[in-house]
T-cell receptor, first 116, second 114 residues
Framework: EAGVTQFPSHSVIEKGQTVTLRCDPI?????LYWYRRVMGKEIKFLLH????????ESGMPNNRFLAERTGGTYSTLKVQPAELEDSGVYFC??????????????FGPGTRLTVT | AQSVTQLDSQVPVFEEAPVELRCNYS??????LFWYVQYPNQGLQLLLK??????LVKGINGFEAEFNKSQTSFHLRKPSVHISDTAEYFC????????????FGTGTRLQVFP
């Protein structure tokens, strides 16, 4: 069974540009989460999808971040325009909804975003 | 406020020595506790978890952790480390019936020397 995949693995962009990160959850996982780790700090929750609906987006830093999950499968996280403080590693995770084991979150390898 | 504290940002240790990575959390309600490990260039992998029951939890690769409710701690231990244990370790808390998000500590980088 394939795990959570993320693309790209690394992205280097200039301040003011746009970047789109993609996450493919484990097949059949209705819950999808985005987390971010800024260098040296904790991994912080950004938002949570249940299927295609945003369940909790309390962690989204500002309106430069836009997450979508059309069709309830893969998700994208767009940053527009990117700022220096957006640099970090963006993790995606997924979990099953039907079992109720939402705490069993499986993480992808992350996308390292560097804004220069 | 919900928070997780990992006091040690880096822990250097020699191979075959024992190690303890500390984790404390803030909560007045029951929580689920996790340790994740991130090996170089890989994603986060679940090491072990505590949901309820026995306070001593065994995980993969010989790691174990002990839940201490009175001290709100969940320290990770291994009696004898290997070079391959070199990685970053994250403690995380989940608040059931509240939210589906994990709250992480800042991570502890374990460096095992030969």
């Amino acid at each position: 069974e394939a795990g959570v995949t993320q693309f790209p693995s690394h992205s280097v962009i200039e301040k003011g540009q746009t970047v789109t990160l993609r996450c493919d959850p484990i097949s059949g996982h209705d819950n999808l989460y985005w987390y971010r780790r800024v260098m040296g700090k904790e991994i912080k929750f950004l938002l949570h999808f249940v299927k295609e609906s945003k369940q909790d987006e309390s962690g989204m830093p500002n309106n430069r971040f836009l997450a979508e999950r059309t069709g309830g499968t893969y998700s994208t996280l767009k940053v527009q325009p990117a700022e220096l403080e957006d640099s970090g590693v963006y993790f995606c995770a997924s979990s099953q909804l039907s079992t109720g084991l939402t705490y069993e979150q499986y993480f992808g390898p992350g996308t390292r975003l560097t804004v220069t | 406020a919900q928070s997780v504290t990992q006091l040690d940002s880096q822990v250097p240790v020699f191979e075959e020595a024992p190690v303890e990575l500390r984790c404390n959390y803030s909560s007045s309600v029951s929580v689920y506790l996790f340790w994740y490990v991130q090996y170089p260039n890989q994603g986060l992998q679940l090491l072990l978890k505590y949901l309820s029951g026995s306070t001593l939890v065994k995980g993969i690769n010989g790691f174990e952790a002990e839940f201490n409710k009175s001290q709100t701690s969940f320290h990770l231990r291994k009696p004898s480390v290997h070079i391959s244990d070199t990685a970053e370790y994250f403690c995380a808390v989940f608040y059931p019936y509240n939210t589906d998000k994990l709250i992480f500590g800042t991570g502890t980088r374990l460096q095992v020397f030969p």
